[in-house]
Nanobody, 124 residues
Framework: QVQLVESGGGLVQAGGSLRLSCAASGRTFSSYIMAWFRQAPGKEREFVAAITRNGGNTYYQDSVKGRFTISRDNAQNTAYLQMNSLKPEDTAVYYC?????????????????WGQGTQVTVSS
């Protein structure tokens, strides 16, 4: 089992940047595929980005490609989401998630563990 704690959210102006972190407990972090999802008020939770166990492959939602970068440091048991050129439509609660399966997925139901979320607000 793994526990996930997000940090790094906040209020930023459009065009600004934020870096989210997801710290994981336990000694098996490198065995999990990691992902970020987000949920805006009144909307369903949606996939943002995912990264494979060794960081060799990454996947992104089309709307964040070229602006967001997912990464991980297995020695530090931490995943990151670097968000640049932020837009008001990026405003949401951002969640990190861990998946024990052998494939990355854009489907929230596939992920076994979730953090509590961190609020990102982008003002226009």
């Amino acid at each position: 089992q793994v526990q996930l704690v997000e940090s790094g959210g906040g209020l930023v102006q459009a065009g600004g940047s934020l870096r989210l972190s997801c710290a994981a407990s336990g000694r098996t972090f490198s065995s999990y595929i990691m992902a970020w999802f987000r949920q805006a008020p009144g909307k369903e939770r949606e996939f943002v980005a995912a990264i494979t166990r060794n960081g060799g492959n990454t996947y992104y939602q089309d709307s964040v490609k070229g602006r967001f970068t997912i990464s991980r440091d297995n020695a530090q048991n931490t995943a990151y989401l670097q968000m640049n050129s932020l837009k008001p439509e990026d405003t949401a609660v951002y969640y990190c998630a861990a998946n024990r399966r052998s494939y990355a997925s854009t489907t929230a139901a596939v992920y076994d563990y979730w953090g509590q979320g961190t609020q990102v607000t982008v003002s226009s």
